[in-house]
């Protein structure tokens, strides 16, 4: 076999201050080959994971995961390689639930892991989240993922990792393991297909085949890992793919001298000229060798290009300065603009856009600050500094530090994962486990026993609605439960949020991007499903209702649409720069959008036309899953791991 890993450009994201960085996204691959007779009855094991979303705790997360997988896998005891890789499973499970059991519960929903073992051409292997596995066989492409049937996430014990697929498999079959920003790629560039056609393969062609796409795999992040069956002895092949700025090197800068003079001296024999014999008198020197000569001709040549180095760095340290120069001016202008804010107010329009270009400006010397002599990189810090403090009073940015703890849940009776709030209570569910948990005003929890597993829920003037996939509807009205099943609206449907306005329900299908409306008809009735928008809303991410729709878009624009179709297109420039909103929530007697954003720690309140109120930050605010408003709007209830949070006095 030889195997091949493949790492597409591993993101970091800049933390806050003088954090160090902290990746947003983890991945890496896991090759295992047997090491003895005993393990040889196993056979080779492969994993390949992905973490989003990475906490300071979780930095290890997929290298422990694999080291449980594979320590299981490889005990003598066991035999066959499908009952070695699902005993690793059941470790991998039990490994991952006392994770939970610890409050850990961050990496539920993000992670995403394939496992895979191999011995004599027999396939077995798992999957959790959102990986593709190919099989390429004679130039076609087979998605065996497919055959393995995903069930929903057990709590307690909790159930990560379930069925595994076994198979046979063909000399010269490639298994590609993929994550799916990798897969797309792969897909829209035609990458897969020419993989398969690849005849014979070899490493060279592989090679060829990413590297004409290269400028198109240096915009994604992920793995590839392609494993080729072959009866040739393992090659194993791992590389990291990712843009590398072009350093200053002695070598470039005197190649083109060094070079051919070393010609010159290769060439050179004495002596070069015969003279005919004379006395003359013993020289006082001896004679320098020609090895001699060119070690002291190299000597020279590092001499002048240090000095050369010394003169570039010297000009571009009087580049940046000039830039700080630049910089200091406009932080100077803008900090006048904001004394003037009470007489007039319209200044701070002009102060702001000034701040964000000194931060744009600022931000690629913050990278290089450690490197610069003391005091320019004390001028970049304190100059950062003064622009994030500018910053943030202009944008209305509120840094909580203690934020109040409203409830915190005890994982050992519910791990939540959704939040809903009907003017009195709250309501947590989860999509992985049964029951409903219910804290009362006083802050005091207890479980509502329920058989089915809810996956979206509404609030609906007074009454709460659970949705069980694929069709059942639950109306929870004063503790009573009731149930009613809905009409399909078409094949394949999958709904991924729900808001409610008078009753009416709005279902969001991100696959399709349609709004599916079921118009109420009365006495716990639904009509039949309509499609509700115009034009399909493609890349939506989360929804809500006021008799106007409400939809976040995954480039963080808020769309409006009303009657179905589309009105106002908002797009929001605050500071900090908005990178990843997750959820949006709004109801018809409030007067704002309520956008939470779970990988910067912060809730953003805004008018309906998109201007800016007031945003809340904090470091406790670090596993955001869900929120709610109360319906007078004076309260914010936040979801944060196992904890739930109120933040109050929102003006």
């Known amino acids: 076999m030889q195997v091949f890993e493949f790492h597409f450009n591993p993101r970091l994201r800049p933390a806050s201050g003088s954090q160090a960085k902290l990746p947003d996204l983890i991945f890496d691959t896991f090759c295992f080959e047997p090491e003895n007779i005993y393990e040889k009855r196993a056979g080779s094991l ?34 066959s390689p499908e009952k070695s890789l699902k005993e690793s499973l059941k470790s991998a499970n039990d490994f991952l639930e006392r994770i939970v059991k610890g409050g850990n519960v961050s990496w539920l929903g993000n992670l995403f892991f394939a496992a895979l073992s191999l011995r004599n051409f027999e396939l077995n292997f798992t999957k959790v989240g959102d990986l593709k596995i190919y099989l390429l066989r004679g130039g076609q492409t087979i998605d065996i993922d497919k055959k393995l049937k995903l069930e929903g996430i057990e709590p307690y014990p909790l159930k990560i990792f379930g069925n595994i697929v076994s198979g046979r498999l063909a000399e010269n079959d490639i298994i590609l393991v993929l994550t799916k920003e990798v897969s797309d790629c792969f897909q ?92 003359t008198p013993k020289p006082r020197f001896p004679k320098l060798s020609k090895n001699v000569i060119l070690i002291l001709f190299l000597i020279f040549c590092l001499a002048l290009g240090f000095f050369f180095s010394q003169k570039e760095k010297k000009e571009q340290l009087k580049e940046f300065k000039a830039g700080l120069e630049k910089i200091q001016e406009k932080v100077d202008l803008a900090e006048s603009f904001l004394i003037l804010k009470e007489s007039r107010p319209q200044v701070i329009q002009d102060a702001d856009k000034l701040l964000k270009e000194s931060w744009e400006e600022l931000y690629p010397l913050t990278k290089i600050a450690h490197s610069l002599p ?60 049964q029951n409903l948990f219910k804290i009362d005003e006083e802050g005091k929890g207890e479980i509502i026993q329920s058989e089915k597993k809810f996956n979206l829920a509404a609030d609906s003037d007074g009454s709460l609605l659970f949705f069980a996939k694929p069709d059942q509807l639950t109306i929870l009205n004063n503790g009573s439960p009731a149930s009613v099943i ?46 509700w928008l115009a034009q399909k809303a493609i890349d939506g991410e989360s929804t809500a209702v006021d008799g106007s729709l409400w939809i976040l878009d995954k480039d963080n624009s808020i769309n409006k649409y009303y009657a179905g179709v589309l009105q106002e297109k908002l797009k929001t420039d605050i500071f900090p720069e908005i990178k990843d909103l997750s959820k949006i929530f709004t109801s018809p007697a409030l007067p704002y959008l309520y956008v939470s954003e779970h990988c910067q720690n912060r809730i953003i309140i805004l008018n309906k036309s998109g201007r800016l109120i007031k945003q809340f930050r904090s470091e406790k605010f670090d596993n955001l899953l869900d929120f709610v408003v109360s319906p007078d709007g004076k309260e914010i209830y936040l979801l944060n791991g196992l904890k739930v949070y109120l933040l109050t006095n929102l003006k």
Not at 52 to 70: E, G, H, S, T
Not at 216 to 225: A, H
């Open 374 to 433: 003391r005091n320019l990189s004390g001028q970049v810090f304190s100059l950062e500094d003064i622009i994030s403090e500018n910053l943030e009073q202009i944008n209305k940015l509120v840094e909580i530090s203690e934020p109040e703890k409203f409830f915190e849940f005890n994982p050992r009776e519910f791990v939540p994962q959704k939040l809903l709030f009907d003017g009195k209570d709250l309501y947590s569910f989860s999509p992985y486990s």
């Open 486 to 531: 809905l009409e399909e609206p078409y094949s394949d449907f999958n709904f991924d949020a729900l808001s409610s306005y008078q009753s009416n329900l709005y279902f969001f299908d991100k696959k399709t991007g349609e709004i599916i409306k079921y118009p109420f008809l009365g006495d716990l009735k639904w009509g039949s499903p309509r499609l």
């Open 46 to 79: 492969y994993m390949a994971g992905v973490l989003k979303n990475v906490l300071p705790q979780n930095i290890r997360f997929l290298d422990n995961l694999a080291r449980v997988v594979k320590e299981r896998y490889y005990t003598p005891t066991l035999h």
């Open 188 to 279: 829209s560039q035609n990458l897969i297909s020419e993989i398969a056609k690849l005849t014979p393969f070899d490493e060279k062609g592989l090679r060829e085949i990413l590297e004409k796409k290269r400028e198109e795999l240096l915009k994604v992040s992920g793995i590839c890992l392609l494993i080729f069956l072959s009866k040739e002895i393992l090659a194993k092949k791992r590389e990291t793919i990712l843009p590398r700025p072009k350093e200053f090197s002695l070598k470039d800068v005197f190649s083109q001298v060094v070079n051919p003079l070393k010609k010159i001296i290769g060439k050179f024999r004495l002596p070069l000229f015969k003279f005919p014999k004379l006395k």
